[in-house]
């Protein structure tokens, strides 16, 4: 079991919630309005008048075997436009309820 | 969820509302009337009273002075003006704008009623009459005859008024002119005295002769018979062998002392209409009715009436207060449809991709159909103002679906689809678009304040661009990104396209453009020094042009129509003057080849009514009425048309007074000329003061038909009874005064009556015995005794000049000399005007003051000038709000004033005089050209804030705002062209509006590209950026002493 944060750039929305259909992921937990700026690249996503650009995140727990198309779909989306913004980080998950 | 983001993802619902919206609209549509203006109740209420007998200064001190005292505390009340004339005495009452009228009049009553006792016994009771729009004529037609002339009067009544009068929406027809049937007995008063006969005795005799009297019933057998003697006379023939008396045993016929004439109506009236003997049929509408409907109406049905009427009876259009509606609408509908057509191409040109354009373009109609639905809830017209405001705003409703599609198009060319692209690039500048628009409807909403007559125009001008625009933004964040998400493509540009493509030829000029641009701003931002001096110069130097063109109230539209009025020597028999009106007549025809057809009424209608207190007719007076060729079928306008028919009468030395109006009646503009009030008591001082300053402005260059408000005086034969005669031959003042009335103006004796109608029998000298002095002298009296006696026995025949009449303003007597501006700007002429006055010596007691259109105009600036701070305050709030600065708006605003050198420029160049048309239309500038300055100085702030430096963020953002400002500047310049260059019917009024927009919008938008980035670069020197550590991280000290390791 892995845990994928996704964070991106809300216009990726429709494309990010595809992947997730298509990939069977049932279990996620999306977040709307996130503030956040990339360590290296592009501009800061913040939502002000000067940064009008916002993100969204997504939390998904998934089994092992589930993370390497997610993470692949991840780039192809970032491929899209490396522009615009999508980031995923992945960790283990230790035990669950 | 956000308001666009619910649209995008329910496109259906978003689509149909505004399908709905469509639907409504259209409805609305058709549902509205037409008219040349809003419908507004005049604010006028006039008091009239008679009292028989009584002079004008009689008039003057019992009627007028203290019904005007009482009136004078009316609340609302603005002016009060009155006349005093033989007879009866007019109160003018004006009340503010917009005030109840019914309020009004009901407080005018309860205040008449206080002073009805103090009258004198003989007056009869004031009456108060309200005026409306709706009691202008709206049509005229001119009727011929040459057979059927006698009888016209029955057959226009029967076969055209009656008909006429059941079409809905006219309110009453009327008829001037008529020829009415007369039979005249003109008696021979010799003969009549030889045998001891008098006019009375006369007209009694026939009086008894012609009646049907009921002589009861006789029973026979069964039946029950009522008898009748049938005494009246069938045929006028029958008169002349009636016995009038006996005398030596024989019969008197009265065909042996009187000639009977069975005639039409002498009258000291005549029409003409093109030379021939004519009248005049008017109609006018009911309130609230159609014209352009009625008039249609009417027009159908006299064709199909006339089919009825004798072949030599013709009816001829004179004038007809819809054809200029109709020409003005369509001249207006065709101005829109240019103006869409414009804008469509503009942002074409722009943008070079036909899906995009179909979005943009639609916020057009949608934006103007809720003007429509605006209008019909409120109850309003399809008038010149409105759609004058559509096609001013239609440049201007683009412009938010414009930056928005931009927005979605570059998060498309990033790889967003459509729909994602549509959400999200909505959200980065929806309140961006919402404030600029807020600051174009800060100038326009305070448009609806404005009060007054100016206010009636303004008013909705300015809630139908704001109700436009705020629609727009509404469709701009909801359907353009509705539609964006549905329609758009990624359709990246092409390198190498080839020329013919908008790829290849325009989108690469575009990018010199940036470029030339980017070198321009570079080398401003570099001389400064040189910058600024040439702005404050360039700005000094065209406000100086205002000072050149001059000023004028509202330009005078031509509506082909103008009227003339031609004086003789007062007093001129109408023969006489009818000679001279046929010859003026002649000369016209064949000088002036744009006029098609004249009217000519000339002398004094005895049955005039209302009317004729209006106007100041007399026997030596003759007025016309021209209509010329449309406007587009001629090449002098009507001013110039007008101008030549005075060159024609002035050279005639039996005129004494003329002038010649371009103005018609349907305008509520009123008049364009410019009055000077002479204020003061004594007549003879101040007839003199007018006489001495009409000979003085006559002189003045571009001062046409200078006219004396008061009537000159005229010549009259006063009878004056010497009181001792009288009593000694036992005879009465009123006696003699009826038995000489009855001699020269007739006794109307009886009734002739045929086929259901009545005709006056009127019994009188023959016209030879009543034409001198020494006749009327003549005339013969039989005393109580039986004895005849000579008028000239008791008393003496004068020659005698009547006093005029007697006008008042604000309580005090005043003369009015008006003059019609010619070519030539009111505020110069006024000048002139000023210098003549202040060469005259006043009389004591006498005041002069100028007021006309001239006053209007000066009020109307005034108010204009109000408007204008109020604008600037309100559109500095918005934006000091928008930005959170006190400075930035003053950057910003520094394109308004370039904004006023560009009208200033624009009107010198087109040779257009300010008038308050073109002033409204700098103050519209005020809103429009910050738009494109708040475009700019907000992208800098944005760039700068991503940490760019200063200069350099000035030119990347002048470089990205360039083709917004360019586009959206350029949609609302070519959208008002159209009403700019116009030239149809009722084009002149707006065109200087247009002219001000574009001038003061090319400019300013030059101004704004090149001078606020460099009054960016001085004012925010150390800018806008890091705000958030000037303010927020400003007292956090917590952190001194821990560093970044990087």
């Known amino acids: 079991m892995k845990a994928v944060m996704i964070i991106y750039n809300v216009a990726h929305t429709e494309k990010l919630e595809f992947a997730l259909e298509k990939l069977e992921i049932r279990g996620y937990t999306q977040w709307d309005n996130v503030k956040g700026q990339g360590t290296l690249t592009g501009v800061p996503h913040l939502g002000t008048h000067t940064w009008p650009e916002i993100n969204g995140a997504v939390l998904a727990v998934v089994s092992d075997s589930q993370v390497f198309p997610l993470l692949e779909a991840v780039k192809r989306i970032n491929k899209v436009n490396e522009e615009v913004g999508i980031r995923a980080f992945t960790w283990e998950i230790q035990e669950t309820v | 969820m956000s308001i666009y983001g619910s649209a995008v993802k329910k496109p259906v619902t978003t689509i149909l509302i505004f399908v709905a919206a469509m639907v409504i609209g259209l409805y609305s549509l058709t549902q509205l009337p037409i008219d040349l203006y809003p419908e507004i109740e005049l604010p006028f209420l006039s ?170 019933y006789i029973e026979m057998g069964k039946t029950d018979y009522p008898i009748r003697i049938q005494g009246e006379f069938q045929e006028s023939e029958q008169l002349a062998n009636v016995v009038v008396g006996n005398y030596a045993g024989n019969n008197i016929y009265l065909r042996d002392v009187a000639t009977v004439l069975d005639t039409i109506r002498e009258s000291r009236f005549v029409e003409k209409v093109n030379g021939g003997r004519g009248m005049t049929l008017f109609i006018q509408k009911m309130s609230g009715a159609n014209t352009v409907q009625v008039c249609r109406d009417v027009e159908k049905e006299l064709k199909a009436l006339s089919k009825d009427l004798p072949s030599d009876v013709k009816i001829e259009k004179i004038f007809d207060s819809s054809s200029f509606i109709k020409g003005s609408i369509n001249n207006l509908t065709e101005t829109l449809m240019y103006a869409a057509i414009f804008v469509v191409l503009v942002v074409l040109f722009f943008l070079g991709r036909w899906r995009a354009t179909f979005i943009i373009i639609l916020t057009i109609p949608i934006s103007l159909v809720a003007a429509f639905v605006y209008l019909f809830i409120t109850g309003n017209s399809i008038n010149i103002i409105s759609l004058s405001s559509l096609s001013i705003a239609i440049g201007m409703v683009v412009d938010d679906a414009i930056v928005v599609l931009e927005n979605i198009t570059k998060h498309i060319e990033r790889g967003s689809s459509p729909r994602e692209a549509a959400i999200y690039a909505t959200n980065e500048v929806w309140l961006a678009v919402i404030v600029t628009t807020l600051t174009v409807v800060a100038v326009f909403l305070p448009l609806t304040f404005v009060k007054g007559l100016t206010g009636v125009m303004f008013s909705q001008l300015g809630m139908i661009v704001s109700i436009t625009i705020i629609v727009s933004v509404f469709a701009a964040i909801t359907l353009t990104p509705t539609l964006s998400a549905l329609m758009l493509k990624v359709k990246p540009i092409r390198e190498n396209a080839p020329f013919f493509s908008w790829d290849g030829s325009i989108h690469k000029f575009l990018e010199w453009l940036d470029n030339i641009y980017v070198r321009t701003i570079r080398w401003a931002l570099h001389h400064k020094k040189v910058i600024v001096p040439v702005a404050i110069f360039v700005f000094f130097g065209s406000m100086a042009l205002f000072g050149i063109v001059g000023a004028e109230f509202i330009p005078q539209s031509d509506e082909s129509t103008c009227t003339a009025t031609v004086e003789l020597q007062t007093g001129t028999r109408y023969e006489q003057t009818l000679k001279v009106a046929d010859r003026i007549d002649s000369l016209v025809k064949a000088d002036i080849p744009e006029v098609t057809l004249i009217s000519t009424s000339t002398g004094t209608d005895d049955a005039g009514g209302f ?231 006043k009389p004591s007691g006498v005041m002069i003051q100028i007021s006309g259109s001239y006053e209007d105009m000066q009020e109307s600036f005034m108010d204009l000038a109000l408007l204008m701070v109020v604008s600037l305050i309100l559109v500095y709030l918005v934006m000091a709000s928008q930005f959170e600065s006190l400075k930035m708006p003053i950057i910003i605003m520094l394109s308004i004033p370039f904004a006023f050198s560009g009208v200033g420029i624009a009107l010198f160049l087109t040779n257009t005089k300010l008038s308050v048309i073109a002033a409204i239309g700098a103050v519209m500038l005020i809103g429009i050209v910050v738009k494109n300055a708040i475009v700019l100085v907000d992208f800098i702030n944005l760039v700068r804030d991503r940490g760019v430096e200063l200069y350099e963020a000035v030119i990347i953002s002048g470089r990205s705002r360039l083709r917004p400002v360019l586009m959206t500047s350029a949609t609302t310049i070519l959208g008002m062209l159209p009403l700019a260059l116009s030239s149809g019917e009722g084009a002149e009024i707006w065109s200087p509006m247009g002219i001000a927009v574009i001038g003061g919008l090319v400019f300013s938008t030059l101004v704004t590209l090149i001078l606020v980035p460099v009054g960016y670069v001085l004012m925010a020197r150390r800018g806008e950026r890091d705000k958030k550590h000037k303010v927020a991280y400003r007292d956090m000290k917590f952190l001194d002493g821990i560093e970044s390791v990087n």
Not at chain 2, 135 to 156: D, H, Q
Not at chain 2, 694 to 722: H, N, Y
Not at chain 2, 795 to 819: D, F, G, H, L, M
């Open chain 2, 47 to 216: 008091v009239y009273t008679t009292y028989p007998g009584a002079s004008a200064s009689d008039i003057e001190t019992n009627i007028t002075r203290p019904l005007e005292d009482a009136l004078a505390s009316v609340s609302n009340l603005k002016e009060i003006t009155s006349r005093s004339n033989d007879n009866i005495s007019v109160i003018f009452l004006e009340f503010e704008y917009e005030s109840n009228l019914d309020e009004a009049s009901n407080d005018v009553r309860s205040n008449l009623s206080f002073v009805q006792g103090q009258l004198p016994e003989d007056a009869e009771d004031p009456v108060i009459l309200k005026f409306n729009s709706s009691m202008m004529p709206i049509v005229f037609y001119a009727i011929t005859a040459n057979e059927s002339y006698a009888g016209l009067e029955k057959i226009l009544d029967e076969r055209v008024v009656n008909p006429l009068n059941r079409i809905e929406g006219v309110g009453s027809v009327g008829l001037s002119g008529v020829p009415g049937r007369e039979i005249y007995v003109d008696v021979d008063p010799q003969k009549m005295e030889a045998y001891h006969l008098t006019i009375e005795q006369i007209g009694n005799i026939l009086r008894a002769e012609n009646v049907n009297v009921p002589a009861g």
């Open chain 2, 611 to 841: 009317a004729s207190l209006f106007s100041t007719s007399g026997t030596h007076t003759i007025s016309y009425q021209f209509t010329l060729l449309p406007v587009k079928e001629r090449k002098r306008g009507v001013e110039e048309v007008a101008e030549s028919i005075r060159q024609l009468i002035s050279p005639m030395p039996e005129v004494i007074n003329y002038s010649v109006s371009t103005s018609s009646n349907s305008g509520m503009m009123g008049g364009n000329t410019v009055d000077v009030e002479i204020y003061g008591y004594d007549i003879t001082a101040t007839n003199l003061l007018a006489e001495e300053l009409s000979k003085r402005f006559k002189t003045v260059q571009g001062a046409k038909d200078v006219q004396i408000s008061r009537d000159k005086s005229k010549p009259e034969l006063q009878i004056q009874f010497d009181n001792e005669k009288l009593l000694r031959y036992g005879l009465t003042t009123a006696q003699v005064s009826t038995i000489v009335k009855n001699r020269i103006d007739g006794l109307t004796a009886t009734r002739l009556r045929q086929f259901g109608d009545e005709y006056d029998v009127i019994v009188r000298f023959k016209k030879d015995a009543r034409n001198t002095i020494t006749e009327v002298e003549n005339i013969g009296i039989t005393t109580p005794a039986g004895e005849v006696i000579r008028l000239g026995e008791i008393a003496q025949v004068k020659e005698y000049w009547s006093p005029p009449n007697i006008e008042r303003k604000r309580k005090e007597r005043v003369v009015t000399v008006s003059v019609t501006p010619y070519k030539r700007a009111l505020s110069d002429i006024v000048a002139d005007m000023q210098k003549e006055i202040s060469q005259v010596e």
